[in-house]
């Protein structure tokens, strides 16, 4: 076995590795179902309820791919915004920063208020947990531009604006493909935490329900679905990233 093919197979092998040792640990210590369930367990209450968890799982991908569309349109204008102009950089960036730092679970009863209980406020939280990462990247990904390359493109008679799109935007598809690869994961976490608490359908309420009814192998399942959903969708940005931005990965560009 080469070291391309370990390296492609190493995840499975690990998550194997993981699932072996926890159910072996649940059983020699006999653990109780009711507080940390064996993945047998999971297993089992996956198949028995599998068209509940379908239908929460649905309504949890489409919510997050919604709120996930209108980061990626927010966080690339205001990244090119903010990376475009020092002012801006200096003006804008900051105050990003701070409200970054906020916590998302905080705004759901107040997106509650203003949009009732339902679609809205899970939307708006996957949203609002997801933009940042795109815009710094696209921000990172301008504002890093070479001042040598802009000046040599200058004396060519390139005006700012041409520099911007058809220099920096391209040279900001890594940094863009990595902030995808980061911004879909918290995405599916302000989804599932806004249907915990403002919604009656999706894996977060699902987790609710099934926690509420000592049912702890549904929810460990609701965990696990979410998880698959949010590594495929990690696994198709990393696709397009390969194939669209191969001269930025010298090293993989023989694979």
């Known amino acids: 076995m080469n070291a391309k093919t370990l390296e492609r197979w190493s995840p499975w092998v690990l998550l194997v590795a993981i699932v072996l040792l926890w159910q072996g640990i649940c059983s020699a210590f006999d653990v109780s179902e009711f507080i940390f369930p064996s993945p ?110 802009e000046d040599v493109l200058r004396v ?41 608490t403002a919604a009656n359908e999706g894996i977060g309420y699902l987790l609710i329900s099934a926690g509420s009814s000592m049912q702890m192998g549904l929810a460990f399942a609701g965990l696990m679905v979410v998880g698959a959903m949010a590594m495929a969708m990690y696994e198709l940005f990393s696709y397009v990233e390969k194939h669209t931005t191969g001269w930025a990965h010298r090293g993989s560009q023989n694979d």
């Open 156 to 196: 060519l008679g390139a005006k700012r604006w041409d520099v911007l799109v058809k220099v920096g935007l391209p040279r900001s598809m890594p940094y863009f493909f990595g902030s995808l690869k980061v911004a879909i994961t918290l995405a599916f976490v302000g989804t599932t935490v806004s249907e915990m």
């Open 40 to 149: 047998w367990r999971i297993a089992t209450q996956l198949v028995e309820f599998k068209g509940p968890i379908a239908l929460h799982a649905w309504r949890t991908y489409w919510v997050t791919m919604a709120g996930f569309g209108l980061a990626i349109v927010v966080g690339v204008l205001l990244g090119f915004v903010v990376g475009s102009s020092r002012l801006a950089y200096a003006a804008i960036y900051p105050l990003m920063t701070a409200f970054n730092a906020l916590p998302k679970a905080a705004f759901v009863p107040i997106l509650v208020v203003w949009f009732g209980i339902g679609t809205g406020p899970a939307i708006l939280t996957a949203f609002l947990i997801s933009f940042f990462p795109i815009m710094v990247n696209i921000a990172t990904g301008l504002a890093t531009l070479e001042p040598e390359l």
